[in-house]
């Protein structure tokens, strides 16, 4: 690992692409969210599975930044994940979750330009974040209108 311009290059190229993977998913995720929701179920139905798609697109989107760690660590070499012992996939989705989610525990750190990533992560996280809590939002204040109209009706 050398911190070279070119390692630094490397690792804005990943934060891009890794930015746009994420927000690509997180929107066909909500697309696809709002087009299963089915009327024929009741709004706690709808809403409880929309929250649990929700939470399984963000991981799955922390997921493709653990990769990107991976990527950064194993092949690109410009930078690694250090605090843990043993780095298996499971550090580095783990690290990529707390990231994603803004806890950063500390137990697991970046090191070299791929702290460039780490960086950037979590504004995706918090806005990807915003976003499903603004879709919710929406998408429970038609659910509980609609039922309020079948209960007048």
Known sequence: MHDTTGSYLIAIAMTVVLTVIAVALHYEALRLISSLHPRRWSSKVNIGAMIVLIIAAH???????????????????????KGM??????AFIY???????????????PVGPLRLVAAVQPVVGLMLIGWSTSFTFLQMRLDWRADDLDDSA
Do not use: K, R
Request: proline share 2%; net charge negative; hydrophobic share 45%.
């Open 85 to 90: 012992p043993d780095h298996g996939t499971a």
């Open 95 to 109: 690290f990529s979750l707390e990231t994603f989610t803004t806890q950063s525990i500390g137990d697991i750190f």
């Open 59 to 81: 991981c799955v989107e922390a997921m493709v930044f653990g990769f990107g760690y991976w990527l950064g660590t194993n092949v690109f070499m410009i930078g690694s994940l």
